[in-house]
C-alpha cells in the first residue's frame, strides 16, 4: 500500500513537471513567433521585454530573467512567503526557452492573426502550467505585493499592471499596436479558461413541478440521469416546494424538456450552461 502511494505521488509529480516544461515552451514559441515580432505587448513581464528589446535593445530573455528574479526576491521581502520549487523553476526555465527559439521567424504577415495565434498560445501555454501547480512567477508576484499593501483585490491589481503594460505599448508603438494588445489579452483568457475547464459543457436544470415524483422517475429511468431533490419554499404561495436538479449533456436537454412536459405542462423549468462537471456518467476525477 505504502509503495503504490509512492508511485502514485511520484507519477503526480512527474505530469505537473511535464506540464510545466511544455507549458513554458508554448509559451515562448507563441512569444517569438507571434508577440515579440509584431512588437505586441499584452501585458506582463514578456510585454515589458517587448517593450525594452525596442527601446534599450535588450534581449527579451534576458529582461524576464531580470524581473523575474527581482520580483521573486520581491516576493520572498515583502510577502514573506515560501515559493514552491515548481514557481522558481517555471520563472527561470520560462527565459530559457524564449533564448532557445529566438530565431524562430512568424508564419504570417498579419498582426491581426498574430495577435489571435499569439494569444491562443500563451492561454494555452499558461493553462498547462497551472494544470501542472505552477507559476511562471513574473507580474502575479507584484499583484500580490500591491493587493498586500494597498487592499486592492488581485483582479484589479492584476488588471492594473497589464492597463499599464498596454497603455506604455500604446504610447511607444501606437494606439494600434494598443488594440492588438488587448485582443491578444483577451484570447489569453479565453484560452486558459477552455484549458483549465475543458470543452465539456453541459446543462443544468432546476425543475419545479407539482408532478416532481413522475418527473424524477421519468428522469431516471427514461433519461437514465441523476437527480438531485432540494427543498424550496415559494416566495408568493408560502408553500414548501421540492426542486429537482438535474445536469445532462447539451444533446439529451431536448430530450429532458420533453419528459418534463408530458407529465406537467406548467413545470417551471431553469436550463442554465455549466462549463465542467465530473462525476458518474461525466468526467472522471
Not at 517569438?32 to 505586441?40: R, Y
Not at 533564448?99 to 500563451?122: H, K, Q
Not at 431533490?229 to 429537482?244: A, D, E, M, P
Amino acid at each position: 500500500m505504502m509503495q503504490q502511494r509512492i508511485l502514485n505521488l511520484s507519477f503526480k509529480q512527474t505530469k505537473e513537471y511535464v506540464y510545466l516544461f511544455a507549458g513554458a515552451f508554448i509559451i515562448a514559441v507563441a512569444f517569438n513567433l507571434f508577440m515579440n515580432d509584431f512588437n505586441i505587448a499584452s501585458g506582463g513581464v514578456s510585454g515589458i521585454s517587448v517593450i525594452v528589446e525596442d527601446v534599450l535593445h535588450i534581449k527579451p530573455a534576458y529582461t524576464q530573467w531580470g524581473l523575474n528574479i527581482l520580483f521573486v526576491l520581491l516576493g520572498f521581502v515583502l510577502l514573506g512567503r515560501q515559493f514552491g520549487l515548481k514557481t522558481i523553476i517555471g520563472t527561470l526555465v520560462l527565459p530559457f526557452f524564449v533564448l532557445l527559439t529566438e530565431n524562430w521567424r512568424t508564419i504570417t504577415d498579419e498582426p491581426l492573426l498574430a495577435a489571435l495565434f499569439g494569444g491562443v498560445g500563451l492561454g494555452l501555454g499558461l493553462g498547462l502550467v497551472f494544470r501542472g501547480q505552477a507559476s511562471t512567477g513574473g507580474t502575479d508576484l507584484v499583484a500580490q505585493i500591491i493587493h498586500k499593501y494597498t487592499g486592492l483585490s488581485l483582479g484589479v491589481a492584476i488588471l492594473l499592471i497589464d492597463g499599464i503594460v498596454v497603455t506604455t505599448a500604446g504610447v511607444v508603438y501606437g494606439p494600434e499596436q494598443a488594440l492588438y494588445a488587448i485582443i491578444a489579452l483577451f484570447t489569453t483568457g479565453r484560452t486558459i479558461d477552455l484549458v483549465q475547464v475543458g470543452l465539456g459543457y453541459a446543462k443544468l436544470s432546476f425543475i419545479i413541478s407539482d408532478q416532481e415524483e413522475a418527473i424524477r422517475e421519468a428522469i431516471l429511468h427514461h433519461l437514465d440521469r441523476g437527480v438531485t431533490r432540494l427543498s424550496g419554499y415559494g416566495g408568493y404561495t408560502n408553500q414548501s416546494k421540492s426542486v429537482l436538479l438535474c445536469v445532462v449533456e447539451q444533446k439529451e436537454i431536448a430530450r429532458l424538456k420533453e419528459l418534463v412536459t408530458r407529465h406537467d405542462p406548467d413545470a417551471f423549468v431553469i436550463v442554465s450552461d455549466t462549463a465542467e462537471v465530473m462525476g458518474e456518467g461525466f468526467r472522471r476525477y
